[in-house]
């Protein structure tokens, strides 16, 4: 509350985008990305070609569907599970 303001504008452009972010591969040595810039991972387990690191959903899939994201968020975290009971 009291953070609102009204701007005047002429018009408002609504700017969505889907695509990666082209400085996540350059920035992030060792993590392997498609030609699309998306993270390659291990389809059972999520698992990129970086130790420790799980990804999932649009930054794997492109532009997909919350219900694809989700499921793999799920693939993931029982990845993650079993990584660290192991340890
Ligand atoms: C306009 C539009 C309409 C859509 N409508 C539907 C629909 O009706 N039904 C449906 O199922 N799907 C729809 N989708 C697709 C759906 O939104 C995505 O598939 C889903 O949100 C993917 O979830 P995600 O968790 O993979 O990624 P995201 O929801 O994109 O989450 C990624 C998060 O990471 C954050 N992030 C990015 N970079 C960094 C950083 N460097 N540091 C920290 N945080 C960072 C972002 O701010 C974001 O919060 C729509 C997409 C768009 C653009």
């Known amino acids: 509350p009291g953070t609102e303001h ?5 018009a408002a452009v609504v700017a969505l985008g889907n695509m990666s ?5 350059k920035t992030t040595a060792g993590l392997n990305v498609n030609k699309r810039g998306n ?11 970086l ?8 930054i794997v899939l492109g532009a997909a569907t919350v219900i694809l994201a989700m499921g793999e968020g799920r693939k993931a975290a029982a990845n993650i ?7």
């Open 81 to 87: 599970n079993e990584y660290l009971a192991k340890k």
């Open 51 to 58: 130790d420790k690191v799980w990804a999932g959903g649009d």
């Open 39 to 49: 993270i390659i991972v291990e389809e059972e387990t999520q698992r990129t070609s």
């Open 6 to 10: 009204v701007l005047e504008i002429d």
């Open 21 to 25: 972010n082209p400085l996540m591969a």
